[in-house]
């Protein structure tokens, strides 16, 4: 009925390290090459393509054959490759067909053929390539053949050049090749040395020197073929007229530094492009004044009198113009600017006044500051998905209104059935909301909460605001800012609820903010509570960082999400967990030292729980200790919070698989375990974990339920947590009804107390109802958008441990069923989710499953709530340990993890629910039929752009068994499994000894003498059962 799949369909972000950048006029089609080898084009939303040089080297060059579809790359090694986008079965693919090394000379060191220019001819048929060694060689095209007989040695040009001039030095490797716009018979050939010579290729001669004597960086035509442009290394430009009678040109018509008369940088590339209006405009990039700005990164546009310095805040790459290709057309007329630098792409509008951005639809700079969290939401409501559109268009008003210029091909892909948000929290205290509903991950709005606390960057604003005398005009483009004013500021948990619009935000300081969004701004007071999860304990002095002072009186706030209130944790550690419920108007937040449960409509704090062990020393000294002033140096301050953020996750992982694994074997392999310990073949002996492991105290989950907790007859409110410990406290919540909110506060009893016997962490808890199904959230039953759970049958509650997971019966708290993760597969938990797989026969029908991450990068997906394994999947690489810690898993079967820094990488897991690039791109190229490509069998889609994924496989023998069946068979097949049935999976081992004592499991709310019974019951089993190796 419904199957199961692994495969990595689209990647969303800025390419990591990016290198080169070519653009197809005809086709409208843009493509970007990287350092580890991949090459990605892009045209209209929704048209992508990715491909990956065997050779893991920089791609250091990118042309494409105007209209054909096909592109020349250029790497770092010397080799050439041709990638061509092809039909099959209805859709665009892109593959790699040839590739091709220029030969050396004989007797020649290799540098002397290292290609250095590549120019494609306007006809597409031909290659002209540039050389260290001053040569020029022809490649045909496609078939990458060597035309030799029009092989340029710089001996043949130095024959033309005046004695004079030659002074016994060589022309010097060559910097540009450009086709004559109106003769293709002629190429502009420019050397280091400066030395500029029309070559007709025709005749074999020089139609035209250009004597150049400044070291030249780079040539470009005027549409006309009238006039060349060239620019040097001395920050300067020169215009050359073509038109003179003479054959040698020893001046140019003009020279300028724009930016002197102080030594400047080189002006690295530079264009011309002509206008009806009649201003030409003059775009280079470099040049800066070397002393003062020499390591701003700028393009400069200058048009008549009108100049700017946009001023980016990475490296530039490279940048190309969109304008008029058409051959009558007498002009240029560029419609936008596209520069690429090392952290994201800009679009910028030349034909509205000003000169405003135009916004991407893709390629967004996810990492403009450094991602610390994500969040994904499905099903947002409309009404949701309009404000936050809204506010966020608030909030860029100075955006051009221009359509994207680079629009090439058409999606096929069908328009998304559900709109989904992904949320990212950042180190500078935002948190950006994403369209995730498509291939292209849009940005919608950004939600600051700097401006809630005081902090030093409270006296930037200054700096930035620029002079009108300023000299250079910069002018700041794009959002890349990886500098942090206070790291303290750095998310840590979103939680959303997208029926009420409520947000929780909580940070590295200790700050839990309480949001909820609103259409108009706003002038208000932002409540504050503090709360002392140490209560009182003694013995504990927080060494870390001071919290985040709130600022006073009124503040204003822009349409979006606002604060109401600030709940500050004391001491002020980083937020571990937090999770709301907007029905009971509560929110619940862990750090490392305790939990605590605030309801903000009464504004009241409601119960404030320590959880730390007397040796948690290391929970006091916080991720900032070190950290002695906040004014010293940005990258330091910010090398020493990463090295403590990856030293205290060693910490909280005490043992690593790989080590318990072998000590364990170690232990096994000396000496023999006791005879009544019966162990099968393929479990593994896990140590139990000792009591004062460091950071013990962590919570790592809290989560809401209306379930049985005080007995089997009532159910209400009740609040889980799960520590580092491996405990799990549950409490009874009493919440007052909607009409008595306002009346009195909700109120926390102390219902269970669990303590898993092997003290690995909890990483989630979920209750099950009689169904066996996970409970709806928060106002779904009510706004019938689901049914209503189960509340008839009992209720359970599954506990995912680093270790295994386990299914407990309430209200007894008695084992059910279980799977040893680690015993079994050898690896540890780190992420887990419930998800929903929708069948892909049958439109209604679902089952719920556990899907879980391993550090070992594996996803293993496990029925619910029998907890039997149907299929598991490579996914991540196990080095890949930022990648694992970021995967987040969506409800419907879908998963993002972060590939690199900018990039994330979306998954599915559910045949039904894919979302992947599906386009196709018109060529115009004729000969289709010799294409390589159409003779390769369609390869999977090689997720290994970054260097951080490994293709997909799997094991077609462990699919669902239940894929031929019927809804109700289905229904059968998930149902739990009874312990003592002899169908029970003989993979789920299920072992009641040990695992439940009267120390494990405390209950604060059954009666004494029911309390009794049960411990003689368990005694009783414990003299009967064998002891068990993991629990």
């Known amino acids: 009925m419904f199957s199961l799949l692994s495969v990595q369909t689209v990647e969303h972000g800025f390419p990591n390290q990016p290198s080169s950048l070519a653009f197809d006029p005809k086709l409208c089609i843009m493509a970007i090459g990287t350092k580890s080898g991949a090459v990605k084009i892009y045209g209209a939303p929704g048209v992508e393509f990715t491909g990956l040089h065997k050779e893991t080297a920089t791609v250091t060059q990118m042309h494409f054959l105007p209209g054909q579809g096909r592109l020349l790359s250029l790497l770092d090694d010397n080799t050439l490759h041709l990638w061509e986008i092809y039909l099959k079965d209805g859709y665009s693919h892109l593959e790699e067909t040839r590739s091709f090394v220029l030969p050396g000379r004989p007797g020649s060191p290799p540098s002397i053929t290292r290609v250095t220019v590549i120019s494609l001819q306007s006809a597409g048929d031909v290659a002209y390539l540039g050389t260290e060694g001053g040569g020029v060689y022809a490649l045909e095209l496609p078939t990458l053949a060597l035309l030799e007989d029009r092989t340029l040695y710089q001996d043949e040009v130095m024959q033309r050049v005046p004695e004079d001039y030659r002074c016994g030095k060589a022309l010097g490797p060559v910097e540009s090749l450009q086709e004559h716009p109106r003769d293709p018979t002629k190429i502009l050939i420019g050397y280091s040395r400066g ?46 007229s073509v038109a003179s009678g003479s054959a040698k040109t020893l001046q140019p018509a003009t020279s300028t530094i724009p930016y002197g008369p102080f030594p400047c940088k080189a002006i690295n590339k530079i264009v011309w492009q002509s206008c009806d209006s009649g201003g030409h405009f003059i775009i280079f990039s470099g040049g800066m004044p070397r002393a003062s700005y020499g390591d701003r990164h700028c393009v400069t546009i200058l048009q008549g009198q009108a100049l700017v310095t946009l001023d980016f805040t990475s490296r530039v790459i490279d940048f190309f113009t969109v304008y008029d290709t058409e051959v009558e057309a007498e002009s240029d007329n560029p419609a936008a600017l596209v520069v690429l630098v090392e952290e994201e792409l800009v679009a910028i509008d030349l034909r509205t006044p000003g000169w405003p951005t135009i916004p991407a639809p893709y390629l967004a700079p996810l990492h403009s500051s450094a991602i610390t969290c994500s969040y994904h939401i499905s099903n947002v409501p409309l009404k949701l998905w309009e404000r936050i559109i809204s506010a966020g268009e608030h909030q860029s008003p100075r955006l051009s209104t221009a359509n994207w210029p680079i629009n090439g091909g058409r999606s096929l892909a069908q328009e998304p059935t559900q709109r989904g948000l992904l949320l990212t929290g950042h180190e500078d205290g935002t948190v950006r909301f994403w369209d995730a509903s498509g291939v292209s991950l849009k940005p919608l709005y950004k939600l600051g909460t700097a401006s809630i606390f005081q902090t030093d960057c409270d006296h930037s604003d200054s700096l930035n605001q620029s002079c009108e005398e300023e000299w250079p005009p910069f002018r700041k483009v794009g959002c890349f ?53 140490l209560q009182d304990r003694e013995g504990f002095t927080w060494k870390g960082h001071d919290r985040l002072p709130p600022k006073n009186g009124a503040l204003p706030f822009a349409p979006g999400f606002q604060p109401s209130l600030l709940v500050q944790c004391m001491p002020p550690a980083a937020l571990t967990a937090v999770t709301l419920h907007s029905e009971w108007n509560l929110v619940a937040f862990g750090t490392s030292h305790g939990f605590g449960l605030y309801d903000y409509h009464r504004r009241n704090p409601v119960l404030a729980r320590c959880t730390l062990h007397p040796n948690d020393s290391l929970a006091m000294e916080g991720p900032l200790s070190r950290v002695k002033s906040l004014k010293k140096s940005l990258r330091q301050s910010f090398r020493r919070i990463r090295k403590s953020r990856v030293s205290g996750k060693k910490r909280v992982n005490t043992s690593s698989p790989s080590s318990k694994v072998h000590e364990a074997n170690a232990q096994l392999a000396e000496q023999p375990g006791p005879h009544e310990v019966e162990m099968t073949p393929v479990q593994r002996r896990i140590e139990p974990r000792s009591a004062d492991d460091s950071l013990s105290g962590v919570v790592r989950c809290l989560y809401f339920a209306d379930t049985f907790l005080r007995d ?24 007052p009804s909607q009409e008595k909110f306002a009346e009195r506060s909700a109120e926390a009893v102390l219902g269970k107390e669990i303590q898993l016997m092997h003290r690995a962490p909890v990483v989630s808890i979920a209750v099950l109802d009689g169904r066996g199904n996970p409970l709806p959230e928060p106002y779904e039953v009510s706004r019938d958008l689901a049914k209503a759970p189960d509340m008839q049958g009992s209720h359970s509650v599954l506990i995912a441990s680093e270790e295994q997971f386990k299914v407990f019966t309430l209200p007894k708290v008695s084992a059910k069923t279980k799977f040893k993760l680690t015993a079994h597969e050898g690896c540890r938990v780190r992420k887990v989710g419930l998800v929903s797989f929708a069948s892909a026969a049958c439109e209604d029908y679902a089952e719920n499953g556990l899907a879980c ?7 293993h997906i496990f029925t619910v709530p029998g ?21 987040v898993f969506t409800k419907h079967g879908q998963g993002f993890y972060l590939i690199s820094p900018s990039e994330f990488e979306r998954f599915s897991l559910s045949t039904r629910n894919i979302t992947e690039p599906l386009c196709i791109l018109d060529t115009s190229r004729s000969h289709d039929a010799t294409c390589l490509g159409n003779s390769f069998a369609l390869t999977p889609k090689l997720n290994q752009a970054n260097g ?3 293709v997909r496989s799997s094991d077609p023998n462990r699919s669902l068994s239940s894929i031929e069946r019927s809804p109700e068979e289905h229904q059968a097949s998930f149902s739990p499994t009874p312990v003592d049935s002899p169908n029970n999976s003989i993979d789920t081992p299920l072992d009641m000894t040990g695992d439940i004592t009267a120390e494990e499991v405390k209950d604060y709310l059954t009666p004494s003498e029911e309390t009794e019974r049960n411990r003689r019951n368990i005694n009783e089993d414990e003299a009967r059962s064998p002891g068990i190796l993991i629990k």
């Open 195 to 240: 030395l500029m010579v029309l070559w007709d290729k025709s005749t074999r001669s020089a139609s035209h020197l250009f004597l150049g004597n400044q070291q030249l960086e780079s040539l470009a035509w005027e549409r006309s073929g009238q006039t060349i442009v060239s620019s040097h290394s001395d920050g300067g430009y020169a215009i050359w």
């Open 481 to 533: 800012d990886p500098y942090s004013d206070d790291p303290r500021l750095g998310i840590q948990k979103i939680a959303l609820c997208k029926y009420t619009a409520k947000m929780v935000v909580a940070g590295t300081a200790g700050q839990v903010l309480v949001m909820e969004l609103s259409d108009e701004k706003s002038e208000h007071v932002v409540s504050v509570a503090v709360v002392d999860l």
């Open 712 to 735: 089997a007859a009532h159910h209400g409110p009740t609040m889980w947590a799960g520590t580092n410990s491996g405990s799990v406290f549950a409490y009874a919540l009493e919440v």
């Open 853 to 859: 991450l391993t550090n070992l990068g594996d996803i």
């Open 867 to 887: 907890l039997r394994p149907q299929v598991h999947y490579d996914c991540v690489r196990k080095e890949d340990i930022s990648g694992i810690a970021s995967c």
């Open 948 to 950: 951080t994924h490994v």
